[in-house]
Protein backbone atom coordinates (compact mmCIF):
# COMPACT_ATOMS: atom_id res chain seq x y z
CA UNK A 1 0.00 0.00 0.00
CA UNK A 2 1.32 2.94 -0.91
CA UNK A 3 0.02 6.78 0.20
CA UNK A 4 -0.78 9.61 -2.49
CA UNK A 5 0.99 12.13 -0.41
CA UNK A 6 -0.91 15.60 -0.94
CA UNK A 7 0.63 16.85 1.65
CA UNK A 8 4.22 17.00 -0.05
CA UNK A 9 2.64 17.35 -3.88
CA UNK A 10 0.94 21.09 -2.73
CA UNK A 11 3.83 21.83 -0.79
CA UNK A 12 6.06 21.46 -4.25
CA UNK A 13 2.87 23.69 -6.12
CA UNK A 14 2.54 25.84 -3.67
CA UNK A 15 6.47 26.94 -4.14
CA UNK A 16 6.15 26.77 -7.87
CA UNK A 17 3.17 29.06 -7.65
CA UNK A 18 5.31 31.31 -5.39
CA UNK A 19 7.80 31.27 -8.05
CA UNK A 20 5.73 32.62 -10.93
CA UNK A 21 4.20 35.09 -8.71
CA UNK A 22 7.86 36.55 -8.73
CA UNK A 23 8.00 36.24 -12.09
CA UNK A 24 4.50 38.26 -12.56
CA UNK A 25 5.54 40.95 -10.12
CA UNK A 26 9.71 41.18 -11.95
CA UNK A 27 8.30 41.00 -15.22
CA UNK A 28 4.84 42.39 -15.70
CA UNK A 29 4.78 44.64 -12.34
CA UNK A 30 1.74 42.50 -11.41
CA UNK A 31 0.58 41.27 -7.82
CA UNK A 32 -1.85 38.81 -8.53
CA UNK A 33 -4.80 39.09 -6.62
CA UNK A 34 -8.16 37.23 -5.01
CA UNK A 35 -11.00 38.28 -3.50
CA UNK A 36 -13.24 36.11 -1.33
CA UNK A 37 -16.66 36.62 -0.25
CA UNK A 38 -17.67 35.13 3.52
CA UNK A 39 -21.32 35.23 4.47
CA UNK A 40 -22.71 34.12 7.44
CA UNK A 41 -20.87 33.11 10.71
CA UNK A 42 -20.01 29.50 9.61
CA UNK A 43 -17.06 27.81 11.84
CA UNK A 44 -15.85 25.58 8.73
CA UNK A 45 -16.21 28.36 6.18
CA UNK A 46 -14.30 31.02 8.36
CA UNK A 47 -11.72 28.24 8.99
CA UNK A 48 -11.25 27.53 5.31
CA UNK A 49 -11.27 30.93 4.40
CA UNK A 50 -8.58 31.70 6.58
CA UNK A 51 -6.43 28.43 5.31
CA UNK A 52 -7.05 30.01 1.76
CA UNK A 53 -6.01 33.44 2.64
CA UNK A 54 -2.80 32.22 4.56
CA UNK A 55 -1.75 30.21 1.54
CA UNK A 56 -2.13 33.46 -0.57
CA UNK A 57 -0.16 35.33 1.76
CA UNK A 58 2.13 32.79 1.95
CA UNK A 59 2.26 32.76 -2.00
CA UNK A 60 2.64 36.41 -2.50
CA UNK A 61 -1.21 36.75 -3.86
CA UNK A 62 -2.91 39.69 -2.84
CA UNK A 63 -6.08 38.50 -0.96
CA UNK A 64 -9.20 40.42 0.58
CA UNK A 65 -11.77 38.68 2.29
CA UNK A 66 -15.77 40.61 1.97
CA UNK A 67 -17.31 39.26 5.07
CA UNK A 68 -20.97 40.22 5.29
CA UNK A 69 -23.67 39.15 7.84
CA UNK A 70 -25.65 35.98 7.34
CA UNK A 71 -28.49 38.67 6.91
CA UNK A 72 -27.24 40.12 3.91
CA UNK A 73 -29.80 40.52 0.74
CA UNK A 74 -28.88 38.99 -2.61
CA UNK A 75 -28.33 42.51 -4.18
CA UNK A 76 -25.74 43.58 -1.88
CA UNK A 77 -23.61 40.13 -2.39
CA UNK A 78 -24.01 41.02 -6.59
CA UNK A 79 -23.19 44.86 -5.78
CA UNK A 80 -19.94 43.33 -4.00
CA UNK A 81 -18.92 40.88 -6.82
CA UNK A 82 -19.57 44.02 -9.39
CA UNK A 83 -17.40 45.59 -7.91
CA UNK A 84 -14.54 43.07 -7.84
CA UNK A 85 -15.45 42.35 -11.93
CA UNK A 86 -14.58 45.99 -12.22
CA UNK A 87 -11.33 46.13 -9.97
CA UNK A 88 -8.15 45.76 -12.25
CA UNK A 89 -6.23 44.51 -8.82
CA UNK A 90 -8.79 41.48 -8.30
CA UNK A 91 -7.66 39.01 -11.22
CA UNK A 92 -9.65 35.69 -8.89
CA UNK A 93 -12.87 36.22 -7.47
CA UNK A 94 -14.39 33.26 -5.12
CA UNK A 95 -17.65 32.67 -3.25
CA UNK A 96 -17.48 31.05 -0.03
CA UNK A 97 -20.29 28.31 -0.47
CA UNK A 98 -22.35 27.15 1.16
CA UNK A 99 -24.43 30.47 1.14
CA UNK A 100 -27.78 31.08 3.44
CA UNK A 101 -30.82 29.49 2.39
CA UNK A 102 -32.72 32.93 1.01
CA UNK A 103 -29.72 33.35 -1.58
CA UNK A 104 -29.58 32.29 -5.42
CA UNK A 105 -26.52 30.50 -5.08
CA UNK A 106 -26.74 30.05 -8.73
CA UNK A 107 -27.59 33.42 -9.47
CA UNK A 108 -24.76 34.92 -7.62
CA UNK A 109 -22.14 32.13 -9.21
CA UNK A 110 -23.16 33.45 -12.57
CA UNK A 111 -22.92 37.06 -11.40
CA UNK A 112 -18.87 36.41 -11.62
CA UNK A 113 -16.81 37.11 -14.35
CA UNK A 114 -16.47 33.74 -16.24
CA UNK A 115 -12.57 34.98 -16.27
CA UNK A 116 -12.08 35.78 -13.01
CA UNK A 117 -14.23 32.40 -11.91
CA UNK A 118 -11.04 30.94 -9.84
CA UNK A 119 -13.24 28.34 -8.33
CA UNK A 120 -14.80 27.15 -11.72
CA UNK A 121 -18.40 27.16 -10.63
CA UNK A 122 -19.66 29.43 -13.43
CA UNK A 123 -21.90 28.01 -16.55
CA UNK A 124 -19.11 29.03 -18.73
CA UNK A 125 -16.24 27.44 -17.45
CA UNK A 126 -18.23 23.69 -16.38
CA UNK A 127 -19.31 24.39 -20.22
CA UNK A 128 -15.99 25.08 -21.60
CA UNK A 129 -14.12 22.39 -19.38
CA UNK A 130 -16.63 19.49 -19.65
CA UNK A 131 -15.80 20.03 -23.46
CA UNK A 132 -12.48 19.99 -22.83
CA UNK A 133 -11.31 23.14 -23.72
CA UNK A 134 -9.16 25.78 -21.84
CA UNK A 135 -11.31 26.24 -18.51
CA UNK A 136 -10.96 27.16 -15.09
CA UNK A 137 -11.52 23.83 -12.98
CA UNK A 138 -12.52 23.46 -10.32
CA UNK A 139 -10.04 23.08 -7.54
CA UNK A 140 -10.49 19.68 -5.57
CA UNK A 141 -11.27 17.38 -8.76
CA UNK A 142 -8.00 19.39 -10.16
CA UNK A 143 -6.10 18.67 -7.14
CA UNK A 144 -7.65 14.73 -7.46
CA UNK A 145 -5.80 14.85 -10.90
CA UNK A 146 -2.96 16.23 -10.29
CA UNK A 147 -1.98 13.86 -7.39
CA UNK A 148 -2.63 10.91 -9.87
CA UNK A 149 -0.22 12.34 -12.33
CA UNK A 150 2.08 13.22 -9.46
CA UNK A 151 2.02 8.98 -9.07
CA UNK A 152 1.91 7.85 -12.79
CA UNK A 153 -1.41 6.61 -12.28
CA UNK A 154 -3.30 7.49 -15.85
CA UNK A 155 -6.67 6.58 -16.09
CA UNK A 156 -7.07 6.04 -19.69
CA UNK A 157 -9.09 2.67 -19.95
CA UNK A 158 -9.89 2.08 -16.19
CA UNK A 159 -12.80 1.74 -14.47
CA UNK A 160 -13.24 4.27 -12.40
CA UNK A 161 -16.32 4.89 -9.42
CA UNK A 162 -17.08 8.55 -8.30
CA UNK A 163 -19.09 8.36 -5.42
CA UNK A 164 -20.72 12.09 -4.70
CA UNK A 165 -22.67 13.70 -7.37
CA UNK A 166 -22.26 17.24 -6.62
CA UNK A 167 -21.49 20.25 -8.37
CA UNK A 168 -18.65 21.23 -7.18
CA UNK A 169 -16.95 17.77 -6.32
CA UNK A 170 -18.53 14.79 -8.06
CA UNK A 171 -19.91 15.85 -11.35
CA UNK A 172 -16.72 17.80 -12.52
CA UNK A 173 -14.22 14.96 -10.89
CA UNK A 174 -16.20 12.69 -13.27
CA UNK A 175 -15.78 14.76 -16.16
CA UNK A 176 -12.27 15.41 -15.87
CA UNK A 177 -11.87 11.42 -15.44
CA UNK A 178 -13.79 10.97 -18.55
CA UNK A 179 -11.77 13.67 -20.47
CA UNK A 180 -8.98 11.43 -19.65
CA UNK A 181 -10.51 8.41 -21.05
CA UNK A 182 -11.79 6.71 -17.89
CA UNK A 183 -14.69 4.56 -17.63
CA UNK A 184 -17.07 6.38 -15.36
CA UNK A 185 -19.83 5.25 -13.21
CA UNK A 186 -20.78 8.11 -10.83
CA UNK A 187 -22.92 7.01 -7.24
CA UNK A 188 -25.15 8.97 -5.10
CA UNK A 189 -27.52 8.94 -2.90
CA UNK A 190 -30.02 7.26 -4.99
CA UNK A 191 -27.55 4.38 -6.43
CA UNK A 192 -29.51 1.42 -5.08
CA UNK A 193 -26.03 -0.76 -5.16
CA UNK A 194 -23.31 1.06 -4.00
CA UNK A 195 -20.60 -1.83 -3.31
CA UNK A 196 -21.85 -3.57 -6.76
CA UNK A 197 -20.16 -0.07 -8.48
CA UNK A 198 -17.33 0.06 -6.01
CA UNK A 199 -16.15 -3.18 -6.03
CA UNK A 200 -15.58 -3.56 -9.68
CA UNK A 201 -13.66 -0.47 -9.80
CA UNK A 202 -9.76 -0.18 -10.72
CA UNK A 203 -10.05 3.67 -8.66
CA UNK A 204 -12.67 5.32 -6.64
CA UNK A 205 -13.13 8.80 -5.86
CA UNK A 206 -15.53 9.02 -3.36
CA UNK A 207 -16.88 13.18 -1.78
CA UNK A 208 -19.91 11.95 -0.13
CA UNK A 209 -19.58 13.30 3.38
CA UNK A 210 -20.60 10.15 4.94
CA UNK A 211 -18.21 9.10 7.90
CA UNK A 212 -16.75 5.28 6.76
CA UNK A 213 -19.13 5.15 4.06
CA UNK A 214 -16.43 3.19 1.81
CA UNK A 215 -15.80 0.06 3.70
CA UNK A 216 -13.19 -3.42 3.24
CA UNK A 217 -15.70 -5.77 1.38
CA UNK A 218 -16.41 -2.81 -1.05
CA UNK A 219 -13.22 -2.37 -2.49
CA UNK A 220 -11.31 -4.97 -4.62
CA UNK A 221 -7.62 -5.81 -3.69
CA UNK A 222 -5.56 -3.36 -5.72
CA UNK A 223 -7.51 -0.67 -6.04
CA UNK A 224 -6.75 3.32 -6.07
CA UNK A 225 -8.85 4.78 -3.71
CA UNK A 226 -9.01 8.44 -3.42
CA UNK A 227 -10.90 10.28 -0.45
CA UNK A 228 -12.64 13.47 -0.97
CA UNK A 229 -14.36 13.50 1.99
CA UNK A 230 -13.79 15.90 5.23
CA UNK A 231 -15.90 15.06 8.31
CA UNK A 232 -15.14 15.89 11.67
CA UNK A 233 -16.04 13.63 14.56
CA UNK A 234 -17.84 14.69 17.87
CA UNK A 235 -14.16 14.40 19.23
CA UNK A 236 -12.51 17.08 16.82
CA UNK A 237 -11.09 14.42 14.71
CA UNK A 238 -11.05 15.12 10.74
CA UNK A 239 -11.42 12.37 8.96
CA UNK A 240 -12.82 11.46 5.38
CA UNK A 241 -15.51 8.93 4.06
CA UNK A 242 -13.16 5.62 3.77
CA UNK A 243 -12.67 3.67 6.72
CA UNK A 244 -9.13 4.11 6.48
CA UNK A 245 -7.78 1.38 9.01
CA UNK A 246 -9.09 -1.41 7.32
CA UNK A 247 -9.60 0.03 3.37
CA UNK A 248 -5.99 1.24 3.10
CA UNK A 249 -4.44 -2.99 3.60
CA UNK A 250 -6.27 -3.82 0.29
CA UNK A 251 -5.32 -0.95 -1.81
CA UNK A 252 -2.26 -0.31 -4.27
CA UNK A 253 -2.55 3.64 -3.12
CA UNK A 254 -4.86 5.39 -1.06
CA UNK A 255 -4.65 9.04 0.10
CA UNK A 256 -5.00 9.96 3.98
CA UNK A 257 -7.58 12.34 5.45
CA UNK A 258 -5.84 14.94 6.50
CA UNK A 259 -3.24 15.38 4.16
CA UNK A 260 -4.34 13.85 0.86
CA UNK A 261 -6.89 16.00 -1.37
CA UNK A 262 -7.58 19.18 1.03
CA UNK A 263 -4.11 20.72 1.03
CA UNK A 264 -4.68 19.85 -3.15
CA UNK A 265 -7.56 22.15 -3.28
CA UNK A 266 -5.94 25.02 -1.84
CA UNK A 267 -2.33 24.74 -3.92
CA UNK A 268 -4.92 24.18 -6.62
CA UNK A 269 -6.98 27.67 -6.12
CA UNK A 270 -3.88 29.30 -5.82
CA UNK A 271 -2.91 27.93 -9.34
CA UNK A 272 -5.89 29.23 -10.81
CA UNK A 273 -5.33 32.58 -9.73
CA UNK A 274 -2.25 32.54 -11.46
CA UNK A 275 -3.94 31.46 -14.40
CA UNK A 276 -6.30 34.55 -13.89
CA UNK A 277 -3.52 36.83 -12.97
CA UNK A 278 -1.82 35.94 -16.37
CA UNK A 279 -4.88 36.63 -18.22
CA UNK A 280 -5.05 40.24 -16.83
CA UNK A 281 -3.51 42.18 -19.84
CA UNK A 282 -6.19 40.36 -22.51
CA UNK A 283 -9.29 40.82 -19.88
CA UNK A 284 -8.44 44.48 -19.77
CA UNK A 285 -7.86 45.10 -23.69
P1 LIG B 1 -22.80 17.54 -1.10
O1 LIG B 1 -23.55 17.26 0.15
O2 LIG B 1 -23.15 18.70 -1.95
O3 LIG B 1 -22.88 16.25 -2.03
C1 LIG B 1 -22.74 14.96 -1.51
C2 LIG B 1 -22.93 13.96 -2.62
O4 LIG B 1 -22.75 12.66 -2.05
C3 LIG B 1 -24.33 13.97 -3.24
O5 LIG B 1 -24.24 13.79 -4.63
C4 LIG B 1 -25.03 12.78 -2.59
O6 LIG B 1 -26.00 12.19 -3.44
C5 LIG B 1 -23.87 11.84 -2.34
N1 LIG B 1 -24.10 10.96 -1.20
C6 LIG B 1 -24.47 11.31 0.06
N2 LIG B 1 -24.65 10.22 0.83
C7 LIG B 1 -24.40 9.15 0.04
C8 LIG B 1 -24.44 7.77 0.25
N3 LIG B 1 -24.78 7.24 1.42
N4 LIG B 1 -24.13 6.96 -0.80
C9 LIG B 1 -23.79 7.47 -1.99
N5 LIG B 1 -23.74 8.80 -2.25
C10 LIG B 1 -24.04 9.63 -1.25
O7 LIG B 1 -21.28 17.60 -0.64
P2 LIG B 1 -19.98 18.15 -1.43
O8 LIG B 1 -19.90 19.61 -1.32
O9 LIG B 1 -19.91 17.49 -2.76
O10 LIG B 1 -18.84 17.54 -0.50
C11 LIG B 1 -18.69 16.14 -0.35
C12 LIG B 1 -17.61 15.86 0.66
O11 LIG B 1 -16.38 16.35 0.17
C13 LIG B 1 -17.84 16.55 2.02
O12 LIG B 1 -17.32 15.70 3.04
C14 LIG B 1 -16.99 17.79 1.93
O13 LIG B 1 -16.55 18.24 3.19
C15 LIG B 1 -15.83 17.26 1.12
N6 LIG B 1 -15.08 18.28 0.39
C16 LIG B 1 -13.74 18.20 0.46
C17 LIG B 1 -12.96 19.10 -0.20
C18 LIG B 1 -11.49 18.94 -0.11
O14 LIG B 1 -10.77 19.90 -0.32
N7 LIG B 1 -10.99 17.74 0.21
C19 LIG B 1 -13.54 20.11 -0.97
C20 LIG B 1 -14.94 20.16 -1.07
C21 LIG B 1 -15.70 19.23 -0.39
Do not use: W
Request: with cysteine.
Amino acid sequence: MNILDGKALSQKIKEEVKLETQKLQAEKNITPGLAVILVGNDPASAAYVGMKSKACKDAGIYSIVHEMPETISQESILEILSMMNKNPNIDGILVQLPLPKHIDTTAILEAIDPKKDVDGFHAYNVGRMTSGLDAFVPATPYGVMELLKEYNIDPQGKDVCVVGASDIVGKPMGTLLLNANATVTTCHIYTKDLKAHTSKADIICVGAGVVNLIKEDMVKEGAIVVDIGINRLDNGKLVGDVDFENVAPKCSYITPVPGGVGPMTIAMLLKNTIKAAKMRESREK
